[in-house]
């Protein structure tokens, strides 16, 4: 039987910035392990993109609380795929790269 030398290419699990421990990201980082984001704008009935904190942060930068949970994800190393059959939102869902958010804590300040 052969042995594997390289870690399994990541784990599934619903992801957002209040459901995910900062000591997380280092950790499977440092294991070489990828998270893939399940439901990442909470799906139906999800309530993450109400949450006031996030929607303070959105308005900081001039986006919605959609993108920044996105690019939260993003600068965390997440795998991220939304979900939407709508043509505006998909558009909006691929514009985070004009926006970086900083260390938890500074944000919603």
Known sequence: MATRKSLPGGESDRTAPALFPACCGGTLRKARHRLRSLSPLGGTGGTILED????KIAEKHKKSAAQVTLRWELQNGIITIPKSTHQERIRANTELY????????NESD
Do not use: N, R, S, Y
């Open 98 to 105: 004009d926006f970086e958010l900083t260390a938890a804590g």
């Open 52 to 55: 006031p904190v996030l929607k």
